[in-house]
């Protein structure tokens, strides 16, 4: 017997999540439906708000419901740092460690012509604008190491070489605690290529 077609329609809604396969669907669809009458209208309110409230920061592309994300509008961070990501999950990533107190510059991806992303699809010129507007003294490009990544880091040192900022890259490496039989051959090019003195 199959479910109703509502609890089918929202099955495969729900099929969409990253990662949810049809057996967590079919259990987040019972369980929504299992939620008291409350829930669910804060639930579909919720669902509905984040297409219509949250918007791109006119300054660095991170979200937030208002003109300016709360990094940009907090006055007591360093004006002349920014750590260029992919997206903005990564600055919320850097905000949970709580050691970096410069401003953001979010991407919105990584350059990969075979999938269609070239420099112009993404933030990169509202990037370069910034660092000769704000008189950036640094750009942490702080993109994952791969293929893409490192020909999107690659692009941006480009365009900025002829400015006087300093340009860094974080690290990449074996994580700690790792055990070396389980470490994948570009991580351990790259930990021996940036290998440091003791």
């Given at each position: 017997m199959n479910y109703p077609k509502?609890?089918?329609?929202?099955?495969?809604?729900?099929?969409?999540?990253?990662?949810?396969?049809?057996?967590?669907?079919?259990?987040?669809?019972?369980?929504t439906l299992s939620f008291d009458e409350e829930t669910n209208i804060k639930?579909?309110?919720?669902?509905?708000?984040?297409?219509?409230?949250?918007?791109?920061?006119?300054i660095c592309n991170n979200l937030t419901e208002e003109e300016l994300c709360d990094v940009c509008k907090d006055n007591s961070r360093n004006k002349k740092i920014i750590c260029v990501v992919e997206d903005p999950k990564n600055v919320i990533l850097f905000e949970k460690i709580g050691v970096y107190n410069g401003l953001y510059h979010v991407l919105g991806g990584l350059i990969s012509p075979?999938?269609?992303?070239?420099?112009?699809?993404?933030?990169?010129?509202?990037?370069?604008?910034?660092?000769?507007?704000?008189?950036?003294?640094?750009?942490?490009?702080?993109?994952?190491p791969s293929i893409e990544g490192e020909t999107?880091?690659?692009?941006?040192?480009?365009?900025?070489?002829?400015?006087?900022?300093?340009?860094?890259?974080?690290?990449?490496g074996i994580?700690?605690?790792?055990d070396m039989e389980y470490i994948d051959s570009l991580t351990l090019e790259l930990a021996l290529e940036k290998r440091t003195e003791v």
């Open positions: 509502t609890i089918r329609d929202l099955i495969e809604v729900y099929k969409k999540f990253p990662g949810v396969g049809e057996k967590s669907a079919e259990r987040l669809a019972l369980a639930f579909s309110d919720t669902v509905r708000n984040i297409k219509t409230k949250i918007k791109r920061c006119t075979l999938d269609g992303i070239n420099p112009e699809n993404l933030k990169i010129k509202s990037l370069i604008e910034r660092v000769k507007k704000d008189e950036i003294e640094e750009v942490i490009l702080a993109l994952k999107t880091v690659l692009y941006i040192n480009k365009l900025l070489e002829k400015q006087k900022i300093k340009i860094t890259k974080i690290a990449h994580p700690l605690g790792a």
